[in-house]
């Protein structure tokens, strides 16, 4: 393997993990439209530990570790515009990423990630129903932590936009079903590895389903499953073939302890990976608090 090659997969392992993993991974429940002039805060915590390098789908012979711990800080304001619901939020991940085993060599990084700015427009908007469809788009603006000279990194040291859809809808009283899917469209980073070269990336895209049991209004019960593929990588335009295709599912739970404060849970990890450092473990906290 060439020794850029390792450094590229652990950064791009190092930028996804400043906030939503891969492409953009979001919460069941995220695409509820809540009424105009609410506000939330929202406290993220993310642990991710990886056990595994893959290439071409099979196992490099590489004792390959890497952990994150990551928090997010997101606010969210919601509002009518012509007739249809919107929120303007924006998100700031920070944290800490550490090589282990056959990875130590790469140290440590901390710091601050990259700024997200983000607005979704609800199309379908029926609390009655229950049914809601919206569309995000997501700005990654190249703020945070970078060094070429460092083999793990915070900030992506590009720009990055998100086109997301989601859409909810009851199967019955006590069963929602919540899909989404999005496109990652990557700027490029000209400031690439210890040469100085140029990363660039093709779009990524991902799918996402939800099914949730509430168990009372208060407390669901939740499981997903998540798949991405693409976003192929070139560094000087050197073609890396290392297309994405990765499969995971999380179990979870989210409950609210007071009518204005929500605790979610959920813990999951990679099934199956074509290219890339595989999660053996995930566990995600959150902390929501309206106002």
């Known amino acids: 393997m060439k020794p850029y090659r390792l450094t590229r997969i652990a950064t791009l392992v190092a ?3 400043t906030g939503p993993a891969h492409a953009l991974d979001v919460d069941a429940g995220d695409y509820t ?26 196992r490099a012979d590489l004792d390959a570790g890497l952990t994150s711990d990551i928090g997010i800080f997101r606010a969210v304001h919601f509002a009518d ?21 056959d990875l130590a060599t790469m140290g440590t990084a901390h710091g601050m990630g990259d700024l997200i700015l983000a607005s979704a427009v609800w199309l379908l908007n029926s609390p009655d129903t229950g049914r809601y469809f919206g569309i995000t788009p997501y700005l990654f603006l190249p703020t945070g932590n970078y060094d070429r000279h460092d083999a793990l990194n915070l900030g992506e040291n590009r720009w990055k936009l998100v086109l997301q859809a989601g859409y909810i809808t009851p ?45 009372s209004p208060q ?63 995930r566990v995600n906290l959150r902390l929501l608090k309206v106002f």
Do not use: C
């Open 33 to 58: 439209a809540l009424p105009a002039g609410t506000n939330l805060a929202l406290l993220y915590y993310q642990h991710a530990s990886r056990d595994a390098l893959y290439q071409h789908g099979r």
């Open 171 to 215: 199967l019955s009283k006590t069963v929602t079903l919540d899909v989404v899917a999005d496109a990652t469209l990557f700027g490029d980073n000209d400031d690439f590895g210890i040469s100085g070269a140029t990363l660039e990336q093709k779009p990524l895209y991902q799918f996402q389903t939800f099914l949730r049991y509430h168990v």
């Open 81 to 101: 515009v012509a007739d249809h619901r919107i929120d303007v939020q924006f998100l700031l991940p920070f944290g800490r990423l550490e090589g282990k085993d």
């Open 219 to 281: 407390w669901d019960l939740r499981a997903g499953l998540s798949h991405a593929f693409g976003g192929e990588t070139s560094v000087d335009g050197v073609d890396q073939d290392d297309r994405t295709r990765t499969t995971k599912a999380n179990v979870g739970t989210a409950w609210f302890a007071t009518p204005s404060v929500q605790v979610v849970f959920n813990y999951g990890r990679d099934l199956s990976v074509e290219n890339g450092l595989r999660e053996d473990n």
């Open 15 to 17: 930028m996804l993990s």
